[in-house]
């Protein structure tokens, strides 16, 4: 099963790779970028797109860090509290047998 999964990865993988290359050579012109307060040279537009799509998803896991920080602060607290639980409850059953003896 596990080869599969592998197996299923590479094949998508190599998709991915492929219609990469065919978006770079599909669109070869060179395109000038404009940001109102700076021009940046003239590139080919698909290093513009690929540089835009690295960006977005650069940007976007730096927006989901915080949720990522608290979610893993909350479940670290939440062991915490489960390790404390077990203790207590390990030593009311020890103490329960104590009092039957």
């Known amino acids: 099963m596990r080869w599969i999964k592998g197996l299923i990865l590479a094949v998508i993988l190599l998709a991915v790779v492929l219609v990469g290359i065919l978006f770079a050579v599909n ?57 404390q639980q077990r203790k207590e409850l390990d030593s009311l059953r020890t103490q329960e047998f104590k009092e039957l003896a």
């Not at 940046?40 to 990522?68: C, E, I, K, Q, R």
């Open 27 to 83: 669109n070869q012109q060179t395109i000038a970028l404009n940001l109102i307060w700076l021009e940046l040279p003239a590139v080919s537009l698909s290093v513009w797109l690929l540089a835009t799509l690295v960006f977005g998803v650069l940007l976007g896991m730096l927006a989901m860090l915080g949720v990522y920080v608290r979610l893993k602060a909350t479940l670290a607290r939440s062991q915490r509290h489960n390790k």
